[in-house]
């Protein structure tokens, strides 16, 4: 069980489907440019760990802002959809494989080097709605129950003094 930052709590864990190594949500505007082969994004450039995951992508191509704040990806329309998740906001569901995913295993899983973003995926109940079978994904939300709040504060350790960061 772990806690998201949606009220529902995560259960369970990867069962290696590989599904999410196979799709890419981007957020998605009208008013991004676009032509009949390529959805474009601008992003700012303020998470280095989910860039680096981007990075693994087979497909997609980079250019930066000339003063290095905003990152653009180019990405092909080929097999991918527009869907508002979870009823909120639309996204763009781009077909993109990981270069790190042979068969249906990650060759990064447990590894450092794999990103934190692809360890915390889900994080919301909407992002199952990414991939094609949602039910063979090894993860789902419910809503906590009493006894999930008593786990939660028995489990509770504090930050350690060297853990704390000061702005």
């Known amino acids: 069980m772990t806690p998201t930052p949606s009220r529902l709590l995560r259960h369970g864990s990867c069962n290696t489907c590989g599904q999410c190594c196979r799709v890419l949500a981007l957020p998605h505007m009208e008013t991004m440019p676009q032509d009949k082969d390529y959805y474009y994004f601008i992003l700012p450039r303020s998470f280095p760990d989910e860039e680096r995951m981007l990075s693994f992508r087979d497909n997609l191509q980079f250019a930066?802002?000339?003063?290095?704040?905003?990152?653009?990806?180019?990405?092909?329309?080929?097999?991918?959809?527009?869907?508002?998740?979870?009823?909120?906001?639309?996204?763009?569901?781009?077909?993109?494989?990981?270069?790190?995913?042979?068969?249906?295993?990650?060759?990064?899983?447990?590894?450092?080097?794999?990103?934190?973003?692809?360890?915390?995926?889900?994080?919301?109940?909407?992002?199952?709605?990414?991939?094609?079978?949602?039910?063979e994904c090894g993860f789902s939300f419910t809503e906590p129950q009493a006894a999930d709040y008593k786990t939660a504060a028995l489990s509770y350790q504090p930050l350690a003094e060297s853990e704390i960061t000061r702005g």
């Not at 790190?100 to 899983?109: A, I, S």
């Not at 995926?121 to 079978?133: A, G, N, R």
């Open 64 to 135: 930066y802002s000339k003063d290095n704040s905003l990152i653009m990806i180019k990405a092909p329309k080929g097999g991918s959809q527009i869907r508002a998740l979870g009823g909120l906001y639309p996204v763009a569901i781009i077909q993109s494989v990981c270069k790190y995913l042979e068969g249906n295993k990650c060759q990064l899983y447990g590894s450092p080097d794999r990103p934190q973003a692809c360890d915390n995926w889900p994080t919301f109940p909407y992002e199952l709605e990414t991939i094609p079978h949602p039910e």
